[in-house]
């Protein structure tokens, strides 16, 4: 009997055993606050796929970009400081009247509400620049632009690389174009204020260095062999097209399923 009452006692308490170690599993899994429970909570079904919160937050901020990049695009073509201030505006208002035809026709098909006018923000921006002139107008302009495109840059990566909708995938990838391309075009200028943009990026982090060590002045660096295929392999395939400084923005047209574009 008292055999019997061991081996009960021995089988409970492995049971309760294994269901204390399962629970937690299960309750973590499920309970709100967790990133698959934050994601599935802001995300509906469509024919493109799940559409979720960060894929509707990019869509916005795609259609809020052209709402004050085009009228800053077309002010600087406007006032034309100098050719290169000229350049940039008219990449800007290219740039934009196409992504923004995209976005809309984008919006349309998966029922996202769209903005009508910049950001307290954007306005701000487009306020500042408005109120300066000459240099201090050139420096504005360019480093605004290039510091809100160097911003959304990785929230587009981001985007592109999660999303399981096939509509903000194209979109991401448009977008990426597009602001790489104005990216490229303001650095041209030789107006922008890079250890400004690397201040304001590291502004409250810790340092914490990664990657090898310094280089040592007159201390002459090991060459690295070419990584390259080995063996009889045929390729077919080229880097993308465009001088170096440049950014092919060609693609086709968006299906207008919608009917966004008359």
């Known amino acids: 009997m008292l055999r019997i009452n061991g081996t009960a006692l021995l089988i409970a308490a492995i049971i309760a055993t294994l ?14 606050g967790t990133g698959q429970a934050n994601v599935a909570a802001g995300t509906v079904n469509t024919q493109w ?22 009228p800053a ?10 050719q290169a201030i000229k350049e940039a505006g008219d990449h800007l208002i290219v740039g934009h009247t196409d992504l923004d035809k995209r976005v809309r026709i984008v919006a349309a098909q998966l029922g996202v509400a769209l903005p009508n006018q910049p950001n307290e923000q954007q306005q701000g921006w487009l306020q500042e620049m408005n109120a300066a002139t000459g240099a201090e107008y050139e420096y504005k302009f360019v480093n605004l632009l290039r510091a809100a495109h160097g911003k959304i840059f990785p929230a587009i990566g ?58 040592v002045p007159g201390q002459v660096a090991p060459s690295a062999p070419a990584a390259e295929a080995t063996g009889d392999i045929g390729t077919t395939s080229r880097p993308s097209p465009g001088a170096p400084g440049t950014v092919n923005t060609n693609r086709p047209d968006p299906v207008d399923s919608a009917g966004v574009v008359q």
């Open 19 to 32: 269901g204390a170690l399962a629970f937690p599993v299960w309750s973590y899994a499920d309970r709100s």
């Open 49 to 70: 796929g799940p559409l979720t919160a960060a894929d509707r937050d990019l869509i916005v901020r795609v259609r809020l970009a052209g709402l004050w990049e085009l």
């Open 73 to 82: 695009g077309q002010q600087a073509i406007e006032r034309a400081p100098s």
């Open 158 to 215: 981001t985007v592109r690389n999660t999303t399981r909708n096939t509509l903000v995938r194209q979109l991401a990838s448009d977008t990426n174009q597009t602001v790489l391309d104005h990216i490229t075009i303001l650095e041209k200028t030789g107006r922008v204020d890079f250890d400004a943009i690397a201040n304001d990026a590291v502004s409250g982090t810790t340092a914490s260095p990664t990657g090898p060590s310094a280089p």
